[in-house]
């Protein structure tokens, strides 16, 4: 177990000495290579500095995230990809995914307009959102010396198994141009390929570990998942009308791809253990979870059943983590009968050989610990207190006054000494 001790800045305080920081200039990248000193955030100057001992919570905020970049940097880290869960995207209940099979343009007119309401709704609970992503690459990039691309990577959010395999479609699609973009430097070191951080919120975690199953090395391992989802992406006589999964099969056909020579780095937060991961898909896997130990369980196990009072004030962790295994996927639309079919077979695929039992008895075996990967149980002293504050404990992750803490759990896991 872990003690997460205090939050860091809130968004309000840290927008008073952005624009401050803009005003005169600020924001300028460091030159030539980081010092080993502490990178502080900007001063009268300009440059992202500020004093380690000082008491300013929004200049901590950036002091901490600094020496973060500095280990990301020599790692060979080239860019990093947020995602959210399950509901917290552009296309929910699977609608527009219909619609933009006759109609594309109005299909991403419609996923632009629906994420802007989750982003208006949701704002940072369980949800990242730009000024994250902005926050955290400018304040890594002063101590990389150099700007590390943080990218929102959003899908559609629905709570089943061919949203999860349509997002982690598009995701291998996403990655190969990022690869494909890479500068020639980056891959002049054959022993350290570039690297790229996945982090994934909730079920955006299980849509990784799809990913993963893509990625693995041995030839032929993504066609059983294509040949379960044909229906999804493939019309009834041939046409296939869902381009990207066209282009995801190509990319993954080629042995040769940069895509294959790319590091993944996973951190998942929150998310529940549903899926096997790939060992050969990914480079680095680390799990963040929001958990409290009960003194009549291991450590490391979660209670059920629940008592609605502890729920209701996260008084376990994160409820969603346990509750959300094999059994709590939401049905397709059968009127959508090519996904509704799709996601049938991939359920039959990917839940090979798991027993048949009432949820409530996969529930109370109350793991928290997955098996693949490191997984850290973190006691979260997050100040929300309300239901509508932390989403039954699995909300809090993607909020701005953890980015810090979280951000060095991972270069101490996955770069440290």
Known sequence: M??????????RQLQAVEQAWDAEGGWERPTGAPSDDTPEGPSSGGSLRSSPATHDPAREFYARLAPCGRAFAQAGVAGIYLTHGTFAGNDALGLVTEIARFAPGLGRALRRAGK????????ELG??????????????AAGAGRDIPVQLFNWSSQNNHIGRADGAVELVCELARFAEELPADAWADPQRPPRVQLW????????????????????????????????FFRGW????????????????????????????????????IRYGWDADGYAKLLHLVNHRADEELQEYLARYPFRIADVLAAAAGDYVHQIGVAGTNLWVNPLALRTF??????????????????LGARMKRGVRVAEEGETLLVDYDDPGRLPHQHLLGHGLYTRTRWLPWQCERVAEAFYGD
């Not at 949800?127 to 890594?140: E, P, V």
Request: aromatic share 6%; proline share 8%.
């Open 2 to 11: 872990l003690e997460s001790g205090p939050p860091a800045a809130e968004p």
């Open 116 to 123: 802007g309401v989750v982003d208006v709704v949701a704002g």
């Open 127 to 140: 949800n990242f959102t730009s000024d994250y992503a902005l926050r955290m690459q400018r304040g890594l």
């Open 200 to 231: 994934g919120h909730s079920h955006g975690g299980n849509m990784f570990a799809i990913l993963t199953n893509l990625l693995g090395r041995q030839r032929g391992c993504c066609q059983p998942l294509f040949d379960a989802a044909e229906r």
């Open 237 to 272: 006589r041939g046409r296939v009308d869902v381009p990207y999964w066209q282009q995801a099969c190509d990319v993954l056909d080629d042995p040769e791809h940069p895509l294959r020579r790319l590091q993944l780095d996973i951190v998942t937060l929150g998310t529940p």
């Open 341 to 358: 079919l799709s996601d049938r077979r991939l359920r039959q695929l990917l839940e090979a050989g798991m027993p048949r039992e009432w």
